[in-house]
């Protein structure tokens, strides 16, 4: 019958969607798919195919329906379950320690016959965990046997690799270390020979010593000349071709320069100094001269040669005593005997006579020389024996017949004494003025009383300016004071009167005044 195939295709189509729906659930079991295929292969028999069909219908929708009624009957067997304790937040894990990165800029710095000098910089990146040191390591060229030298963390960024044996080539290289444990290494990029580098020595002489070294008696002397070579050279000195006396010059050698040291020089130590560093077979010399100078002495002898008009003409020699160096000139003086002072006529002068011009005439003059080096001018001078005598040649000098003036008059004073006002403690002054021929003997009173060398008192008068100052006054220095002038042809005084205030009494008056 044609009406009962159409329900069949159509329940066909619908079992796959319903089991597509259901698959998500967990608890659901696998449904057997090729069940329904048997019942496509015999379309004509109508009623065969019928019955097929509406049995799978029923087993899906069977199959349906079983998982809902398990969950309802796990619903109602399950309990509500407790509430839970709420618990504080876990922190986070720490983050994990990393090492830092290699150490960068590896070299040999230096080397010898048993040990090797390496330098490093830090790494470029340290991190949180910071840098404990580094660990250096050693392994002999053609082989990985690296072991460590230094027991402990190395904390600067310079080691010395040291009982090595000579000849041997060493890889090395520098691991830095923090809690994140060892850094990638930075290692050498060739094996190092352990075998002292020869170095042809070299005196480096300073330029201010490769010229005369001056220095003055009793002065210090302490020059330092550096070297180099290698192995350390052998270092000698010398004075004048002969062994240096130990007990005057002292020498301090070391890896780099050798020091020359006089404590106290003098003139004997005076020469040519010469040093000598030498390594093997091979050596450098470097000399320096040494000059200890002082004050010359005065010259050996001075003369007067000739004496004409207003003219003297002055001849000497030179000193026998020159401070060790060269005489740069003479200074001539002269004096008058009536006087006897000393006067410069010539300075810095280089000649060994000299002619001296406008004298006085009927003037008897002496003369004396210095001798003057780098030092300065000789303590003592060579003084001419004789005399030198401008005489008055043809001229007769009457002097005029005149009365002189009478210049005495008594004592007058110019400017009077005024009256002052001062505070308890501060300091002040009374002055005057005085005039009179001869010069008058001035005398301080107070209240008629002689104040004479009281030292509260200071008393001056120059010029005829007169004052006394009173020092820092008290309630009984007030009163009236007096200056008397007395000469041969008279006297003459003159007064006025200090008060002394209490400072605050001087306010009020003060105040008053404004009012």
């Known amino acids: 019958m044609p009406s009962k195939p159409a329900p069949i295709k159509k329940a066909a189509k619908k079992e796959p969607a319903k089991k597509e729906e259901k698959a998500p659930e967990p608890e659901k079991a696998p449904e057997p798919a090729p069940e329904p295929a048997p019942a496509e292969p015999a379309p004509a028999h109508a009623e065969g195919e019928a019955a097929p069909a509406e049995a799978a219908h029923a087993e899906g929708e069977a199959h349906a329906d079983a998982p809902a009624e398990e969950h309802a009957a796990d619903g109602e067997a399950a309990e509500p379950p407790p509430p839970e304790e709420?618990?504080?937040?876990?922190?986070?894990?720490?983050?994990?320690?990393?090492?830092?990165?290699?150490?960068?800029?590896?070299?040999?710095?230096?080397k010898n016959d048993t040990s090797v000098t390496i330098m490093w910089s830090q790494p470029e990146k340290v991190g949180p965990d910071g840098l404990d040191g580094y660990t250096i390591e050693i392994c002999k060229d053609g082989t990985e046997d690296w072991?460590?030298?230094?027991?402990?963390?190395?904390?600067?960024?310079?080691?010395?690799?040291?009982?090595?044996?000579?000849?041997?080539?060493?890889?090395?290289?520098?691991v830095a270390m923090n809690a994140g444990g060892r850094s990638p290494p930075v290692a050498l990029?060739?094996?190092?020979?352990?075998?002292?580098?020869?170095?042809?020595?070299?005196?480096?002489?300073?330029?201010?010593?490769?010229?005369?070294?001056?220095?003055?008696?009793?002065?210090?002397?302490?020059l330092t000349i550096p070297f180099h070579g290698k192995p350390k050279p052998v270092v000698t000195w010398t004075k004048d071709g002969q062994p240096l006396d130990h007990k005057r010059v002292n020498i301090r050698s070391t890896d780099r320069d050798s020091i020359l040291f006089i404590r106290a020089s003098e003139r004997p130590d005076s020469g040519v100094y010469e040093m000598c560093v030498k390594v093997d077979d091979f050596e450098d010399k470097a000399s320096l001269t040494l000059q200890i100078v002082e004050l010359p002495g005065p010259p050996a002898t001075v003369k007067i040669v000739d004496t004409w008009g207003f003219n003297v003409a002055?001849?000497?020699?030179?000193?026998?005593?020159?401070?060790?160096?060269?005489?740069t000139g003479y200074?001539?003086?002269?004096?008058?005997?009536?006087?006897?002072?000393?006067?410069?006529?010539?300075?810095?002068?280089?000649?060994?006579?000299?002619?001296?011009?406008?004298?006085?005439?009927?003037n008897t003059y002496k003369f004396r020389v210095f001798a003057e080096n780098k030092c300065g001018m000789s303590e003592d001078a060579a003084v001419t024996k004789d005399e030198a005598k401008i005489l008055k040649e043809g001229i007769d000098y009457k002097p005029a017949e005149f009365k002189e003036h009478d210049f005495s008059e008594p004592p007058k004073f110019t400017t009077a004494l005024s009256d002052r006002c001062t505070t308890v403690g501060y300091s002040t002054k009374l002055l005057c003025s005085v005039r009179g021929q001869p010069k008058p003997k001035i005398q301080w009173m107070k209240n008629q009383m002689i104040i004479g060398d009281d030292p509260k008192y200071r008393q001056i008068c120059v010029q005829g300016i007169c004052s006394l100052e009173i020092r820092k006054p008290g309630n009984f220095d007030g009163g009236v004071y007096a200056c008397?002038?007395?000469?041969?042809?008279?006297?003459?005084?003159?007064?006025?009167?200090?008060?002394?205030?209490?400072?605050?009494a001087a306010d009020a008056e003060k105040d008053k005044e404004k009012k």
Not at 92 to 109: G, I, M, R, W, Y
Not at 314 to 327: H, S
Request: glycine share 4%.
């Open 147 to 174: 072991k460590a030298v230094n027991e402990d963390l190395q904390k600067s960024c310079r080691y010395v690799i040291k009982n090595q044996t000579t000849g041997d080539r060493l890889k090395i290289r520098v």
């Open 331 to 362: 200074t001539i003086q002269k004096a008058d005997k009536k006087t006897g002072e000393w006067y410069t006529v010539l300075e810095h002068y280089h000649r060994l006579n000299a002619t001296i011009s406008d004298l006085i005439m009927g």
């Open 189 to 222: 990029p060739e094996a190092v020979l352990v075998k002292e580098v020869a170095d042809r020595p070299k005196v480096r002489l300073p330029r201010f010593l490769r010229q005369r070294y001056v220095a003055h008696v009793g002065e210090k002397i302490n």
């Open 86 to 110: 709420v618990k504080p937040p876990t922190p986070p894990p720490p983050p994990p320690k990393e090492p830092t990165s290699a150490p960068v800029d590896l070299f040999v710095e230096d």
């Open 484 to 504: 008397r002038a007395k000469n041969d042809h008279g006297e003459v005084t003159i007064t006025c009167k200090l008060e002394v205030k209490q400072p605050g």
């Open 314 to 327: 002055l001849e000497w020699t030179a000193p026998t005593d020159n401070g060790n160096t060269d005489i």
